[in-house]
């Protein structure tokens, strides 16, 4: 089993997710500051980081950054008192991978201790994927493209492994992105970006809770915050990778809006980029179309009805015209 970090300096905390955590198999070493931490981290290697926000001689905050930067392949969880968005918000652009409000139960702390081992495993296998492709691009360059799909392709999947109502979503989108951007006059090279940044547009949301993902009922305020963090969760992953297209710019801009009411940044049309415009809308139409585990589906006519009646403020007017070419004209349907 695993092992965890947990740093709190509330003994009774300490004692009690060490209790729930043994019990389940995993190795516990505790700490009360973040001196203590940084000791046993240098000299032991964990998996999970268990850390609380207000410590006596630092913040968990910083200690969470300093460890996500030096100890790529440990996770961490915030476990603190501190019930504010835009505190949890700001632990997990410093690398935490879930936000545990106090008083914790032990099905919460469970669940977030799985998903972060699961994410992390996931995450050193993608940069192994990384790094298999660096060294196929200087060993065998011939074989590139094939490779490149496939890791591409399996990037894709760690998405919908965690997320099973939206298995197919992102193939879907783009299948119905490309559809668009043809009809809309794009070259095939851009069509080909379009292709690959719709494939892997919700990689981002491997950041987000998987009860959240598959809750059955309305988000509350601060879950369809965290998910609200997934473009740009997705663009921090892809930033660094060279691709010929700017694949990590236009994931990180899919939710963006023609009149700026959309997220992260709330960028209008002339900020962003035509691929993620179409994305967009292939994103909405997909996504209406289709069953969620809150809703089903409401059908492709309800969704492009919707694109229609915000023609021009939240979507580009040109590509909505495309879209609705596509389904009208060119039978295009949602396999």
């Keep these: 089993m695993a092992n965890i970090l947990i740093i709190d ?25 973040c001196a203590e931490a940084r000791q046993s981290i240098e000299s032991s290697s964990f998996e999970l980081i268990l850390c609380d926000i207000n410590l006596p001689d630092e913040s968990g905050l910083e200690f969470i950054k300093y460890t996500a930067h030096e100890f790529k392949d440990t996770a961490a969880i915030m476990v603190t008192g501190v019930n504010d968005p835009q505190v949890a918000k700001s632990a997990l ?6 936000y545990i409000t106090k008083p914790v139960t032990l099905n919460r702390v469970l669940i977030s201790v799985a998903n972060a081992l699961r994410r992390r495993r996931l995450e050193i296998a993608n940069r192994a994927f990384q790094d298999d492709l660096k060294r196929m691009i200087a060993e065998r360059t011939t074989k590139l493209e094939k490779a490149f799909d496939g890791i591409v392709r399996a990037t894709a999947l760690t998405v919908e492994w965690r997320d099973p109502y939206t298995a197919g979503h992102q193939r879907r989108v783009a299948e119905l992105a490309c559809a668009i951007a043809e009809e809309y006059g794009l070259s095939q090279d851009q069509i080909d970006g379009v292709s690959i940044a719709g494939l892997i547009h919700d990689l981002g949301k491997i950041s987000v809770p998987a009860e959240i993902l598959s809750k059955p009922s309305k988000l509350t305020k601060n879950e369809f915050n965290l998910i609200k963090e997934h473009p740009q969760v997705g663009y921090d992953i892809l930033k660094e990778i060279e691709f010929p297209w700017p694949i990590a710019e236009i994931v990180l801009q899919h939710h963006e809006r023609l009149d700026g009411t959309g997220y992260p940044q709330g960028l209008s049309a002339k900020d962003t980029h035509i691929e993620s415009r179409i994305i967009a809308i292939a994103d909405v139409v997909e996504a209406m179309a289709s069953h969620r585990p809150y809703r089903p589906g409401k059908g492709v006519q ?3 009805n919707e694109i229609v009646d915000h023609k021009g403020d939240r979507y580009d007017p040109d590509i909505v015209d495309a879209c609705l070419q596509v389904f009208k004209q060119k039978k295009f349907t949602l396999k």
């Design 93 to 98: 652009r410093r690398g935490a991978y879930d």
């Design 302 to 304: 309800s969704a492009l």
């Design 9 to 33: 300096d509330d003994e009774k905390t300490l004692k009690m997710l060490s209790t729930i955590l043994t019990e389940e198999g995993y190795i516990c070493v505790l700490a009360t500051n």
